[in-house]
């Protein structure tokens, strides 16, 4: 379904759309708890760059993988 909305005029539009989401996803917990946001990213501030990257690389492959997985499927 994915590949068959991606193929034709509809490619830009769901980019748009996946960037929205990501948007939507992003404001999400500090419009429900700024104090919490903002303690995180002070904590995540004082890590180590190592530490921040490796979290980052599994959040990306666990991204990739549903997005692999979801698009195999259909």
Do not use: C, Q, Y
């Amino acid at each position: 379904m994915i590949v068959m909305f991606i193929t034709g005029n509809t490619a830009p539009a769901f980019v748009m759309l996946a960037l929205a989401f990501a948007a939507v996803f992003e404001s999400l917990f500090p419009v429900i708890a700024p104090h919490l946001w903002k303690r995180s990213l002070a904590e995540l501030s004082k890590a180590d760059e190592a530490f921040v990257r490796r979290v980052a690389l599994v959040i990306l492959a666990a991204a990739l993988t549903v997005i692999w997985t979801v698009t195999e499927i259909t």
